[in-house]
């Protein structure tokens, strides 16, 4: 072990000071007009689409100790949505603490709506909780900070302006929504949800009304205890430092709604077989008949299949009656046999086109053929398969954080941006650290080719430093030793609390849900370091129950449970190895016999561009003092850990794709300006990009 490295890395409490305002081309070149305005959701499109991303109204208010929330007498200023009020590119610089409201409120045009037409607004992700009203009136409520959700506004919007509105700007100070716990309240059971579930009573609240005849008024309240509560937040902390980030809150991914028919398709679910070259579709729709139709086509835009079966035949209901205008919703199942198909890969990662139509409604999506599996090769090593074939997984670490936009990419083409060099770097796949990114990032993925490792995002309480951090560190025989089910562990871990883990347990559904149909994704990550971290076997295996096509990383670091499909370490400090599974495996493992060996996290070492860093201080595991020193290291340890392969490797996750305020180990700098493996005059051309 290098005792060094390990003194230099170890965290210290200090005061980093204000950040140094860095932005990325794409902040410096930004149009607040035309922010992040492409459609949110390239699997699940429509045409009738409106960004509402932009400036907004805002304003930070005192919770009080009352479960109602009373909108603001006067707002604080504008703040440029989806970017966070602690980020650069709001406009604003200031944090939401635990005791305080956002508000945010917007004037917006009312769509030209046709007979059994409904509109539905969409939020990307809002970090944590929040209550939605329109035109005064509640529409819903949502708590978690990482997936998106909708509410249907067509008779908020419809709604008649009450007799003496004025033209002015609406008088919000004397309303009052009752949001229960969805905005006031601590982490547990959500009591509201997506499209609009357990809505609140909204009290009075005839204030916030447009001025007629063509507007309507959005507003809502956001309320995130941050590292105060017990939430999934990822790497935000109030008070950041080393390896926790800036805490952020509120909006943080787009906004935008649609008009949609009344009889639609509600959701797809799509099923690849690369195998049997063939394509299952579960498509949901509202309405007890008419013909869903599903037309196919290949990466060369020839159509390789269709196909159409009537709603009301052969389909069964899943769920209420979303309105008396909608009717039921039902499942249609349709499957298409294609004939011979490409298969995905990251040097040919070819997309197919699909078209769902069901009566005047029509969804674009995509979808990709390939197999991913772990299993033992010919010399009886457990690996990593793509398509059949063995495939080493040259990883990098991704944070997902920008200089000025903090969790929110200033623009789709920065999303772009990281990929593409990650891959011109000569890696072939992300883990997506403790986050869940926009839906055009996985996108991008998909049409690139880069393999991703998708983590689930950590919570729970407070963590006990030598639990999580140096014990494991210096003592590698208590990895194997320590069981995650004890209630003494979990209180050090910080997961003790039992709404917290059904909070987790909830939103990891969601995210697998949410992203299962990205063909680029090829991993689910549970646990990291053992933040927040309880009983990786059972949560190991439901995941693998919801989700049998793709393997999972139960624990990544340490405290191993021996389940999952990989044996998965952080080595930071000894010299890179293959270590033996010494965990007795446990459900599914046991039954597969074996796992694969993954080094999920490494390297790290550090190099501070002059000009581009956001702090003084840096932070990282081996510092270096010129670029040229800088790359040997990172080439020798790339190296180091490629050469393992023969003796078991099936994965390595280098630390990482930028720098994140202190920490200055990136290959890119935090403003994505300098790509530190670049040389003046080599193939890659200058380090300036």
């Given amino acids: 072990m290098d005792i060094k490295r390990v003194l230099a890395s170890a965290p210290r409490d200090h005061d980093p000071g204000a950040a140094r305002p860095l932005l990325t081309r794409w902040g410096e070149a930004l149009d607040p007009d035309s922010v992040r305005s492409e459609h949110p959701r390239p699997q699940f499109a429509r045409d009738r689409f409106t960004s509402l991303n932009g400036w907004w109204d805002y304003a930070f208010v005192p919770m009080g100790a009352h479960r109602t929330v009373r909108p603001p007498d006067a707002f604080d200023g504008r703040i440029l949505v989806p970017f966070s009020p602690e980020s650069l590119l709001s406009g604003v610089g200031r944090q939401l603490q635990p005791d305080e409201l956002l508000w945010y409120v917007r004037r917006v045009p009312v769509p030209a709506l046709g007979e059994n037409e409904r509109c539905l607004l969409h939020f990307e992700a809002v970090d944590f909780a929040c209550a939605c009203c329109v035109n005064g009136q509640v529409v819903g409520t949502h708590e978690g900070g990482y997936l998106p959700f909708s509410f249907d506004i067509t008779e908020a919007i419809a709604a008649e302006v009450p007799c003496g509105a004025k033209d002015a700007e609406p008088d919000v100070g004397a309303s009052e929504a009752r949001v229960g716990n969805a905005a006031t309240g601590v982490v547990g059971d959500a009591g509201g949800g997506a499209a609009g579930e357990g809505r609140p009573d909204c009290e009075g609240a005839t204030d916030l009304i447009p001025t007629p005849p063509r507007e309507f008024v959005v507003a809502l309240c956001v309320r995130d205890p941050s590292d105060e509560g017990t939430q999934p937040r990822g790497k935000q902390r109030l008070k950041s430092g080393g390896i926790w980030y800036t805490a952020q809150s509120g909006i943080w991914q787009p906004v935008w709604m649609e008009v949609v028919p009344a009889r639609r398709v509600l959701a797809l679910a799509l099923h690849p077989d690369a195998d049997s070259c063939a394509l299952t579709v579960d498509a949901d729709v509202s309405g007890d008949a008419g013909l869903v139709r599903v037309y196919v086509c290949d990466p060369t835009g020839r159509q390789v299949g269709a196909g159409a079966a009537r709603a009301e035949e052969g389909s069964v209901p899943v769920g209420e ?178 709404a917290y883990q059904r909070q987790w347990l909830r939103e990891c559904r969601g995210i697998v849900a949410h992203l299962r149909a990205h063909p680029s994704v090829v991993t689910w990550v549970l646990f990291n370091e053992g933040w927040g971290q309880f009983d990786a076997l059972a949560c190991a295996e439901e995941i693998h129950l919801l989700d049998p096509t793709r393997p999972i990383d139960a624990v990544s670091g340490w405290y191993d449970q021996g389940a999952g499909d990989f044996q998965s370490v952080h080595n930071y400090f000894r010299p890179l190895q293959v270590y033996r599974d010494r965990r007795d495996l446990a459900g599914y493992a046991r039954l597969a016999g074996g796992r694969a060996f993954a080094i999920s996290e490494f390297g790290g070492v550090v190099h501070a561009v002059a000009g581009h860093s956001a702090f003084a201080g840096t932070y990282g595991y081996g510092a270096t003092d010129t670029p040229a020193e800088w790359r040997a290291e990172v080439r020798r340890t790339l190296d180091t850990a490629g050469a393992l392969e023969g003796a078991g490797l099936s994965a390595y996750v280098y630390t990482q794709l930028s720098d994140v305020e202190e920490e200055c180990n990136g290959i890119l700098t935090y403003d994505r300006r300098v790509n530190k493996l670049k040389e003046d005059g080599d193939e890659c051309g200058s380090a300036e990009m």
Wanted: aromatic share 12%; net charge negative.
């Fill in 321 to 498: 009656e979303p309105s008396e205008q909608v009717g039921p919703a039902r499942r249609v199942r349709l499957r298409l046999d294609l004939g011979e198909v490409r298969r995905w890969s990251p040097d040919d990662p070819c997309l197919y086109d699909i078209t769902v139509r069901f009566g005047t409604d029509v969804v674009r999506s995509y979808t990709a053929f390939r197999t991913v599996k772990v299993a033992p090769d010919g010399t009886g090593r457990f690996c990593f398969f793509l398509n059949g074939e063995p495939l080493l997984l040259r990883g990098v670490l991704d944070q997902g954080y920008w200089s000025d936009g903090l969790m929110t990419a200033p623009s789709d083409a920065a999303l772009a941006f990281d990929i593409q060099a990650m891959k011109d770097a000569g890696f072939n796949m992300l883990r997506k650290h403790l986050k869940v990114e926009a839906d055009r990032w996985y996108y991008h993925c998909d049409r690139l080719g880069m393999l991703v490792w998708q983590d689930m995002v950590s919570g729970g309480g407070a963590y006990d430093g030598w639990e999580t951090s140096y014990k494991p560190t210096l003592w590698r025989g208590s990895w194997d030793r320590y069981e995650d089910t004890s209630p003494t562990h979990q209180r050090r871990l910080g997961a003790e609390d039992a």
